[in-house]
Antibody, heavy 123, light 108 residues
Framework: QLQLQESGPGLVKPSETLSLTCTVSGGSISSTSYYWGWIRRPPGKGLEWIGSIIYSGNTYDNPSLNSRVTMSVDTSKNQFSLKLSSVTVADTAVYHC???????????????WGQGTLVTVSS | DIQMTQSPSSLSASVGDRVTITCRASQGINNYLAWYQQKPGKAPKLLIYAASTLQSGVPSRFGGSGSGTDFTLTISSLQPEDVATYYCQKYNNVLTWTFGQGTKVEIK
């Protein structure tokens, strides 16, 4: 059974870079059938897709985040990572990682998801 | 950008009631729609994909329908364990993936 677990600092200062890692267990991250995604939920708001990456390094990211997103994959550790630069209080959210299922060569739905980790942006 | 609008934003119903949640896309997305359930403090769970295909292991009281711009998630007989927030998500062939704002379901 595939499981995902987010890890990283719970507190980041404004203007700094948020860094999170997702560890995948119960399956290989090196599959052409899946991308691996990041989704967040700010307090009191809905879900927002941040970006997705495949093991070969190809990425998609949300244009609304103004090119602040960097993602990477470490196949030796079965992990993928997110960096979000120049954070503000608006980036405070629960951050989830998830498997982004490909169907007909296009990433579609997300399944399964990690539990999520709260990241607070505050000085 | 295609926007996804859910209604209502919250609802309260009795155990055994039929519950319907609507998701509307600002442009047609064929049947490229998924539904998720998120219980408090838990990871979102995929319920339905391709608008109407039930994910393995999901109870049959959950159902999805629609195509184009209008979609529906139905819970045929609401159970206490269905208390959660439900989200729709579009995945048509455009390189952004967008969620609705969520519908919170409570027991009356």
């Amino acid at each position: 059974q595939l499981q995902l677990q987010e890890s990283g600092p719970g507190l980041v200062k404004p203007s700094e870079t948020l860094s999170l890692t997702c560890t995948v267990s119960g399956g290989s991250i090196s599959s052409t059938s899946y991308y691996w995604g990041w989704i967040r939920r700010p307090p009191g708001k809905g879900l927002e897709w941040i970006g997705s990456i495949i093991y070969s390094g190809n990425t998609y990211d949300n244009p609304s985040l103004n090119s602040r997103v960097t993602m990477s994959v470490d196949t030796s550790k079965n992990q993928f990572s997110l960096k979000l630069s120049s954070v503000t209080v608006a980036d405070t959210a629960v951050y989830h990682c998830a498997r982004h299922v490909r169907h007909y060569n296009h990433p579609n739905w997300f399944d399964p998801w990690g539990q999520g980790t709260l990241v607070t942006v505050s000085s | 950008d295609i926007q996804m609008t859910q209604s209502p934003s919250s609802l309260s119903a009795s155990v055994g009631d039929r519950v319907t949640i609507t998701c509307r896309a600002s442009q047609g997305i064929n049947n490229y729609l998924a539904w998720y359930q998120q219980k408090p403090g838990k990871a979102p769970k995929l319920l339905i994909y391709a608008a109407s295909t039930l994910q393995s292991g999901v109870p049959s009281r959950f159902g999805g329908s629609g195509s184009g711009t209008d979609f529906t998630l139905t819970i045929s007989s609401l159970q206490p364990e269905d208390v959660a927030t439900y989200y729709c998500q579009k995945y048509n062939n455009v390189l952004t993936w967008t969620f609705g704002q969520g519908t919170k379901v409570e027991i009356k």
